[in-house]
């Protein structure tokens, strides 16, 4: 008679000279999964890979936020602070006074060895890259794409005219973006024929307000949030 329970994962047990197939119970796979990543993070912290100058792993009391990641990489330009080394992957973000806010200003980038003896709060100035682009890159290894970065973004924009491709609009009066024909989770990549240009308004699917405020309204309304509220409001006086 069949049970009514799902069946979980087979998992092969070598013991002895004979092996046999049983189910794992519900769940088990989950927690040799959580056991396993439990020991890698272990491992990590006796290594001391994760971080500079004997630190096990990078501190969580340093919160680095993604704007302030990005002003302190664009002001470093992928350099230590103290010595020029040039390798991003072994710089690491520290606070300047130990106290101060987690700002851009009160950050020092500094690599392994210039880091040595310093003590307090730190992370890798490299995060970890988004799921968006894990899957960029996945693929772009498929097909063969080169990967979009900020100059080829440039030149893409000036090769198809420096304008938006559906409106025309030039990229004086509006910003320029660069669109993708088929979304990265959708299984799209970087490559020429998949890209196109739009200005923000076409590429967010935006329209000026009809109520003439220079506000924006998505598609397909009319007026921009404010102006609905607004109205909305004046109808109940």
Known sequence: MRSGRRPGREIRWLGGSDARSRRAPQGAHRVMR???????????????????????????????????????????GGACEACGLEWPWLLYVFRVDPAGPDGAANLLV?????????????????????VRERLRAANNRRTGA????????RRLIAARGGRCQVCGVPGSERQLDVHHRRGIFAGGDDAEENLMVLCFACHHHLRPCEAGCGRWAKLPARLCRRCQTERLISSWV
């Open 34 to 76: 959580d056991r396993g990543a439990q020991k890698a993070t272990q491992q990590m912290g006796r290594t001391g890979a994760e971080g500079p100058a004997g630190i096990s792993a990078p501190t969580s009391d340093l919160r680095l936020s993604p704007g302030a990641r990005a002003a302190v990489a664009r002001r470093c």
């Open 110 to 130: 500094l690599c392994t060895r210039c880091s040595q003896g310093r003590t307090g709060p730190f992370r890798p100035l490299l995060g970890e890259p988004s």
């Open 146 to 153: 080169a990967k979009l970065t900020a100059a080829r973004r």
